[in-house]
Each structure stands twice: as structure tokens, then as C-alpha cells.
């Protein structure tokens, strides 16, 4: 193995800075206000890490949400994804389709990928001063595992978790991860809710 | 008479005369032929009409309807046609590349170096993943890597989602139109879509599959990772290579004579050394009539072997090669891949239909005949006109040697015609022929499956080249220059001097093209010369205006029409049944 080789598998991490100053424009005035205002602050606790079993994004174990008054619980959990987990119709599939946590919980997931492709975990809409793009992000490599900490804001609601690789969401990878009571259910989430427009099997 | 009958005809007020009926038939029948408009009747009928009841009044014609030519902005954003700026990173000097939208320097480095060799900060402006493209061990030691790993997924583009409309992740050939296809697509990392807002596929999810770019006597891995959710395989087409790699597996890519498909969620490496160079093919050969022609092929080129030879290994979406070979640099002063394809609607349009894998399969391998096709869109580089301006231009300057690699992934032939120039064939499919018997021309042929390399000579001698200007570079089959039938469209391109290029990449045409990338004329909905008509003299004209009370009145006879008619008849089988 070359030296830059074990550069590059050693850990590359990164403040997101790097992820803010590569995510795309045009997010409004109130996000534009957000980035200034994490520039100055240039904390080092969530980051991306990229190496040879995948990468994890905006990882946070330490800084609460603005609505957290104290950390909540911790909360640990693995995800199983592949095809063997796939239902019917589908191609891929995540053991669980659901995960629930308590509000401001520190969540600790491993996504340990049974294919020899590529998969994800990633969460959609987190609170953007703290997650960029609102997003926490797991990617295992075929036959690999990635785990990452993230810390949830208080309010109960539900959140869009996929695999954001080309139609493996449609194909099966689409879950949702709900904090405290959850905000209701997602559009076809597999096991949970049908899809709204469904394939006809005539 | 029966009972019924007998009973019916003893009700008073019921019946109606029949001598009443047969006027009433006639006096609605001549009130149909005043008032229905002679336009609506065949012109024997109308002869006949007006022979009866004299010559037509003048009516004005139609005006045009009335249109609001909405001219879009040109698609060329200036922050991304700067990346075409000729740009070091990583120690390489990446060549200027004037275009809309020219590669991105960052991955091109990554292709040049493997992306296991360059830094963090390069990696991250890419997209792809750490081992996308590993590149390890001199093995001649002549000062480049010579084991050689590459990683291909299979993305799936403009597919059915079972949640909206749209189609996911969105790739445009044309403005508005976006058929489904397969791609072979270097080894990515994190979203499929520009950002989450978006639908758009990233900037390396696109058609035509990568360009692959080798040494000869490489040692070359090829892991497919099977991303897609129906089986693949990688066949090398003109290239070199084992039918059993060293552990037995097979390595040709035909299922069932060399090995098993290759699953979803499975990953398999497929391994050559190649003796001989040239511009050769890859494919998926799983249900070919099938896989092939939703887009999984792609161009696979070996080149010499030479000192300090570092190949941009990935060349995606094609066209211009910002990192050119050793040997390319002595004889060429740029070079360019062109990947003629065409696409039967019928076939890339299924998988808008269904999400389950299995109603895809059936509807793909059993519903869909090939031999029934026929090709709406043809591409170049993966897209059609006006897309083909943005990023597949063949940018020249005079006095300049300029290699194309030319490549019909396609199922129609290609007839490709140079504009202002005579091109030599140098190779065909790959294999050099003699100097000696080397033809010129201006137009060259390729049909399915075949390669040509030529020499494209800008030196203003009325034969290699009649100077400098814009040159249309295209398919001579005419239907090839449209999309699903209208013009301008399919795979036209240019061929175009320094001197006729703006300074964000764009040619500088006589003419606007802005409508060209108004979705609605490709949709049909606008006269071809609008731009350049203002007059609208080929205007659409307005509906011939038929009054609304002629209309009401025609109606109201119809109807009356109709009422006697079936009172008529039924009368009619009646006394048929009495008797
Ligand atoms: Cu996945
Ligand atoms: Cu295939």
C-alpha cells in the first residue's frame, strides 16, 4: 500500500466548512445568515470523513440543537442494508424500515452493508445551522460498515431517511426516522405506507 | 299484429303521421346542407353544393394565432464554462477546454492520478469515491502506473418514482425531453441529484457511459458493482482479453457461454492486459436488444505504450479529452471522443411506467419487440441539438491536427458528413490501415457497433479544410438531425474555429438559437421559422371561425335529424316484423 494510499484511509476529516463552501447556492437569505454565522464560529465536532469503507457526513456529538436545553438520551442502533432485506417488488431493502428516538437524543447508527455495492443512510431536513444541507449522511461500502453520531432537535416529527443512490430509494431503500411522537407517516415507505402511485398488476 | 302492437296503437296522441315524418326528414336535410360548413364536407361535396347554390361568399382567412415568442436564456453559465480554463492540479496541466460546459478540472485529475493519489481537497471537489479509479505500481517502470482499477455502478436515469410525476434522477437530451436510460457511471459518493432540492442526476450520472481510456499491457481491472436492480454484465467489444481470468471466472460477459450475470447488489471484476491498441467498445451483453440500447455501452480506448504515459482513464459524457495520451500529444493537437447512439422511445420510455423490477423485466425483455423498432432521438455525446452546442463542439484553430474517435453505440448506421473539411480514416474499428490505401472524404460510415479514428486536418487548402467559420458536423440520414421528427435536432454538431467562439464557450452563430431550447418546439407547439419570421408568414393560423349560432343551429338539426331517423326506422321494423 503507497503512502498516499494510507493518507487518504487514514481518516480525511474535514470542519464543514468545506461542505459549505461546495454546497450549492441559492438556499435563501436565511441560510446564506446561517453560513456567516458558522464560519465565525469554525467548531470541529461535525465533519465528514471519507476513507476506503465509505463516508460519514456531518457527524455531531456534541452541539445541541437550539430548542435542546440538555442532551437527551443515548441512543444506539444498527442498520442492516442489502438485497436479502428486499420486499417483494422491490430490489434492495433496510432490516427496519422505522426508527424511533426521543427528542434531543444523541443518535449513534451503523449502517453495516450485507451487498458489494454501495449503500446509505442519510437523513433529510435536520436543522441546517447544524447539519449542512440539513443532512446527516452514512455510506458503506459493499461489505462494509460506517457508524456516525448525530444529536436530534426536540420537536416531534418525522424525518426522510433513504438511500440517496440512483432509484435505490424507489427500489426499497426508504425508511423514516421519527423523534418523540413523530409528525405522521412518510409516502411509501415500505412495510408502512403504499405507494401513491402504485405499479397495476393486471 | 300482436298484443303489444295492437295495444300501443290504440293510444291516442302517440303516434304521428308517417307523411309528417318523411317532410320533416326532408326539410331537416336541406337545413343540414345550408348550414353545415362546406369546409367539413369532401370537395366533391362542396362542388356539388356550390353548383347548387352558387359561388362562396369572401371570407378573410384566418389570422395567426396570437404567440408570445418567450425566448429562453442561452443554458451557458459563464461560472461553469470557466472551469474550461486551462487549470493545473495535482501537478497536471489540464488543457483548456472552451465549452458551456466543459469537464470539471477536479475530476479530470482525479481520472488522470486515481483518485487514491491526489489530495483531499481535489478528492472532495470531485464526486467520486476513493477507489474509483486506483492507479498503483509501476510495473515497467517507466515513470506511470500500470495496475489499473476502475469501478463502474449501473444508474438508472429518468425512471419511474412511485411518489410524483417527475421522473428520477432528471437527465435532459434535449430541452423537455428526458427518455429512461442505463448507464455504466464512475464509482460516486453521496447524492444522486445536484442537491436535495433538486431532481437533476449530479454531473457524472449522464449519458453516453464513460469513455475508458488504457495503456496497452496494463494491467487492467474492470469491477462491476452492480447498483441496478436487474442483472448485468461487462462485454469488451475489440478489446483484448481472456475469455477465463486468472482464477477461472469467465470474462467475456455473455451469460450463460462464459459466466453468470452479475445481480443486483453483486459485484464482479472483469481482467485484461491488451496487446493491441485502438478505439474499441464496451457493453453490457445481458439481453443486448435490451440492455445495450437503454445505454449501457460505452467507448473503450488502448493506447501505446509510452514513457510517463498518464491517461485520463474516465473521459464522462465524452467529447473533448482535457488529458490527452503521450502519443496523442506527438501527433495530434487535441482530440475529442464522439459516441453516436439513437434511442427507440418505446423501449427507454418503459421504465416511466412500472418500479416493480419484475413488470420492468417482462415489459423490457418480453413485451417490447426489436425488431418492431424504430428511433425517435439520436445523440451525440448523450445528447441531442441544441445540448450537443453546450459541451460536444468540436473546437479547432487552422493549421491544426485534430484526432476523433468515433464510436455508433447506436442501432441506425451513421453517415457523418464534415462541413468545410475532408477527414481521413485512419483506423477502423481500432486497427490502423495502411497509410498507403488511407481514404479522405466527407462522408463516413459506421454502423452498428463500429469504430473509426480520423484525422481531422484544419489546413485551408480547399480540400482538408475551406477555413475558418462554423462547420455543421453531422448524421447525413436526415431523420438523424431531428428529435422525433423535428428539426433542428438529433445528433448535430459543429465543428468550429477558435475565431467563431465566444468567450463563454458558445459559437458565434449567425442566427438566434435561443428557441432551440424553448421545450415547447420540441413539443411541436411552435412554427420552425419562428425566429426568424416575424411577419409570421408560416405562422399557425387560427381555427377557420365557424359562428357559434350556425354551430347551435347545426346542432339543434342534427339532433332533430337523428330524433326522426330512429323514430323512422323503428317504425320501418316494426311493419317489417308485422308482416
Ligand atoms: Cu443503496
Ligand atoms: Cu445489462
Known amino acids: ?202 | 299484429m300482436s298484443q303489444t302492437n295492437q295495444h300501443r296503437h290504440q293510444l291516442p296522441g302517440r303516434v304521428v303521421g308517417l307523411g309528417w315524418l318523411v317532410v320533416m326528414l326532408i326539410t331537416l336535410s336541406i337545413a343540414l346542407t345550408v348550414l353545415i360548413p362546406p369546409v367539413w364536407l369532401p370537395p366533391s361535396l362542396q362542388q356539388l353544393r356550390y353548383s347548387w347554390l352558387g359561388e362562396p361568399d369572401f371570407v378573410e382567412l384566418p389570422a395567426n394565432q396570437p404567440r408570445e415568442l418567450n425566448l429562453p436564456e442561452l443554458p451557458c453559465d459563464p461560472i461553469i464554462a470557466a472551469r474550461g480554463e486551462a487549470r493545473e492540479i495535482e501537478g497536471l496541466q489540464i488543457m483548456r477546454s472552451p465549452s458551456c460546459n466543459p469537464d470539471h478540472p477536479a475530476d479530470v485529475a482525479a481520472f488522470v492520478k486515481g483518485t487514491n493519489n491526489i489530495s483531499a481537497a481535489t478528492l472532495m471537489e470531485t464526486l467520486l469515491t476513493v477507489d474509483a479509479v486506483d492507479k498503483r505500481d509501476d510495473l515497467d517502470g517507466d515513470g506511470d502506473p500500470d495496475r489499473i482499477h476502475i469501478r463502474l455502478e449501473v444508474v438508472e436515469l429518468n425512471g419511474k418514482s412511485p411518489e410524483m410525476s417527475q421522473t428520477v434522477p432528471r437527465f435532459e437530451i434535449a430541452p423537455g425531453i428526458a427518455p429512461g436510460f442505463w448507464v455504466f457511471a464512475p464509482k460516486t459518493r453521496g447524492m444522486s441529484t445536484t442537491n436535495f432540492g433538486s431532481l437533476e442526476a449530479n454531473r457524472l450520472l449522464r449519458m453516453p457511459s464513460p469513455v475508458i481510456r488504457v495503456e496497452a499491457g496494463d494491467e487492467i481491472s474492470i469491477t462491476l458493482e452492480n447498483t441496478h436492480y436487474l442483472p448485468h454484465t461487462i462485454h469488451l467489444h475489440g478489446v483484448d482479453h481472456p475469455f477465463r481470468d486468472a482464477s477461472g471466472e469467465g470474462n467475456d460477459g455473455v451469460p450463460g457461454v462464459s459466466e453468470r450475470m452479475v445481480f443486483p447488489g453483486e459485484a464482479r471484476t472483469y481482467e485484461f492486459k491488451a496487446r493491441q491498441t485502438g478505439t474499441m467498445f464496451y457493453h453490457c451483453h445481458v439481453q443486448p436488444q435490451v440492455h445495450v440500447m437503454m445505454g449501457l455501452n460505452g467507448m473503450l480506448v488502448v493506447e501505446e505504450n509510452r514513457p510517463d504515459n498518464w491517461l485520463q482513464t474516465l473521459n464522462v459524457g465524452a467529447g473533448h479529452v482535457r488529458y490527452p495520451s503521450v502519443a496523442s500529444r506527438e501527433a495530434y493537437d487535441r482530440e475529442y471522443d464522439l459516441h453516436y447512439f439513437d434511442v427507440d422511445k418505446d423501449l427507454n420510455d418503459l421504465i416511466k411506467e412500472y418500479n416493480d423490477p419484475r413488470l420492468i423485466a417482462k415489459a423490457t425483455n418480453r413485451g417490447y419487440n426489436a425488431t418492431q423498432r424504430t428511433a425517435e432521438y439520436y445523440l451525440l455525446n448523450g445528447r441531442s441539438f441544441p445540448f450537443t452546442l453546450l459541451e460536444s463542439a468540436v473546437v479547432v484553430d487552422t493549421g491544426e491536427h485534430i484526432k476523433l474517435r468515433v464510436l455508433n453505440g447506436g442501432l441506425e448506421p451513421v453517415s457523418l458528413h464534415t462541413h468545410g473539411h475532408k477527414v481521413r480514416i485512419t483506423h477502423y474499428d481500432g486497427v490502423e490501415q495502411n497509410p498507403l490505401a488511407q481514404i479522405t472524404r466527407d462522408v463516413v460510415f459506421l454502423s452498428s457497433a463500429q469504430r473509426l479514428d480520423l484525422l481531422l486536418d484544419t489546413k485551408n487548402d480547399g480540400l482538408h479544410s475551406y477555413g475558418s467559420g462554423i462547420w455543421l458536423l453531422h448524421d447525413h440520414r436526415e431523420q438523424a438531425v431531428t428529435t422525433d421528427g423535428i428539426n433542428p435536432g438529433g445528433d448535430i454538431g459543429v465543428i468550429v474555429y477558435e475565431d467563431y467562439l465566444a468567450a463563454n464557450g458558445w459559437p458565434r452563430f449567425f442566427g438566434d438559437m435561443r428557441l432551440y431550447f424553448s421545450p415547447d418546439y420540441y413539443a411541436g407547439r411552435i412554427p420552425v421559422w419562428s425566429a426568424s419570421d416575424p411577419e409570421g408568414r408560416f405562422g399557425e393560423p387560427e381555427n377557420q371561425p365557424v359562428t357559434t349560432v350556425r354551430l347551435a343551429l347545426l346542432g339543434l338539426v342534427g339532433f332533430l335529424l337523428f330524433g326522426t331517423l330512429v323514430i323512422l326506422s323503428r317504425r320501418l321494423v316494426r311493419s317489417v316484423k308485422a308482416r
Open chain 1, 1 to 202: 500500500m503507497s503512502k498516499l494510499d494510507r493518507g487518504l484511509i487514514d481518516v480525511i476529516a474535514f470542519t464543514a466548512l468545506i461542505a459549505f463552501a461546495t454546497a450549492p447556492a441559492g438556499g435563501g437569505a436565511q441560510v446564506n445568515d446561517e453560513r456567516a454565522h458558522h464560519r465565525q464560529k469554525d467548531h470541529s465536532d461535525h465533519r465528514m470523513v471519507i476513507d476506503a469503507d465509505g463516508m460519514v457526513m456531518n457527524y455531531n456529538e456534541n452541539e445541541l440543537p437550539r430548542d435542546c436545553a440538555q442532551l437527551g438520551e443515548d441512543v444506539t442502533f444498527d442498520v442492516h442494508v442489502g438485497v436479502r432485506y428486499a420486499r417483494r417488488g422491490a430490489a434492495f431493502g433496510f432490516d427496519l424500515n422505522e426508527w424511533q428516538v426521543p427528542p434531543c437524543a444523541r443518535v449513534a447508527v451503523t449502517l453495516i452493508n450485507d451487498d458489494s455495492v454501495r449503500h446509505q443512510w442519510m437523513v433529510h431536513g435536520l436543522p441546517r445551522y447544524l447539519y449542512p444541507q440539513g443532512m446527516f449522511h452514512l455510506e458503506a461500502n459493499g461489505g462494509s460498515r460506517k457508524t456516525g453520531k448525530f444529536i436530534v432537535p426536540s420537536d416531534d416529527r418525522t424525518y426522510l431517511v433513504h438511500c440517496d443512490m440512483a432509484h435505490h430509494m424507489e427500489k426499497g431503500l426508504k425508511g423514516q426516522l421519527k423523534v418523540g411522537s413523530g409528525s405522521g407517516d412518510l409516502p411509501s415507505v415500505p412495510g408502512i405506507t403504499g405507494a401513491r402511485r402504485p405499479d397495476r398488476y393486471l
